[in-house]
């Protein structure tokens, strides 16, 4: 839905009478309120939701009580595991991406060998595509971003065996 749109729509409800019109859509909610007869002016608040939240919005049912203690201790036990490698963040916020095309193979594998200057994915923001490359030698123990995902700023992308 674009500007002139919305502008079309308020002046719509302010002709029919209505005090208050709510519009959802999937990436667009807007409420109008016309002003009573106290002599208000129009109001309109206009929320952009935004589409990456989108496939998040269904939460999985908690877990019992009884299941997350053990659940902790893995988690617990894995960090630990984890802490002797090092993780590769992502230096901005944008789509996550592990080939430099669709037809094109994947820059790295779990199990790749890399060195600093390599390129480990593509992450593209505003229509440019930004190559991320390593600043670490190493080999890579896991990818923890699922291909043509959005991540965010400092989102660990990749974990790296320095030994």
Same mark, same amino acid.
């Given at each position: 839905m674009d500007i002139k749109e919305i502008q079309s729509l308020i002046k719509f409800v302010a002709k029919s009478g209505a005090s208050e019109v709510k519009l959802e859509l999937e990436d667009l909610k807007i409420t109008i309120r016309t002003g009573s007869s106290s002599g208000k002016a129009e109001t309109t608040f206009v929320q952009q939701i935004p589409v990456a939240a989108a496939p998040q919005a269904p939460a999985a049912p908690a877990p019992a009580p009884t299941a997350e203690a053990p659940k902790a201790e893995v988690s617990s036990s894995a960090e630990s595991d984890d802490s002797k490698y090092v993780t590769i963040?992502?230096?901005?916020?944008?789509?996550?991406?592990?080939?430099?095309?669709?037809? =094109?193979?994947?820059?790295?594998?779990?199990?790749?060998?890399? =060195?600093p200057g390599d390129v480990l994915c593509v992450i593209e923001a505003m229509k440019l595509f930004n190559d991320i490359e390593s600043e670490v030698s190493g080999k890579i123990v896991k990818v923890l971003v699922d291909d043509a995902t959005p991540v965010e700023f400092d989102q660990p992308l990749f974990l790296v065996d320095p030994s």
């Open positions: 963040k992502s230096p901005i916020i944008g789509t996550f991406y592990r080939k430099p095309s669709p037809d =094109k193979p994947t820059f790295v594998e779990v199990g790749s060998d890399i =060195k």
